[in-house]
């Protein structure tokens, strides 16, 4: 089974950038769909963003738009988010996810994703 882990939450001053990491030991992260969701205090968790296979994105919130980015390092097998122009409501832990091995495109549903890392705690406050 997919084991994702992501890394590089911290605490930034609004304004700020910061970017996160998802890895797997033991699989290459290059033939898994992998998106970036988020938990906000007493909320539900919501997708952000997501890369496909051929490393093509696709976005789930608006409220990202123009200021997250999602990227692979096939190098690295690793998978970015970079998060810029950060504001104190970004505060939440963070996941990456995957669908599956089957998967080739960033799914519709988002009930789909079924693999998860354990979460990386992003504090935006001044």
């Known amino acids: 089974q997919l084991q994702l882990v992501e890394s590089g939450g911290d605490l930034v001053q609004p304004g700020g950038s910061l970017r996160l990491s998802c890895t797997a030991s033991g699989f290459s992260l290059d033939e898994y769909v992998i998106a970036w969701f988020r938990q906000r205090p007493g909320r539900e968790r919501d997708g952000m963003i997501c890369i496909?296979?051929?490393?093509?994105?696709?976005?789930?919130?608006?409220?990202?738009?123009?200021?997250?980015?999602?990227?692979?390092?096939?190098?690295?097998?690793?998978v970015y988010l970079q998060m810029n122009s950060l504001k104190p409501e970004d505060t939440a832990t963070y996941f990456c996810a995957s669908p599956g091995i089957r998967a080739t495109q960033c799914p519709f549903d988002l009930g789909d994703f079924d693999e998860w890392g354990q979460g990386t705690q992003v504090t935006v406050s001044s």
């Open 52 to 78: 496909n296979r051929d490393g093509y994105s696709t976005n789930y919130a608006e409220s990202v738009k123009g200021r997250f980015t999602i990227s692979r390092d096939t190098a690295k097998n690793t």
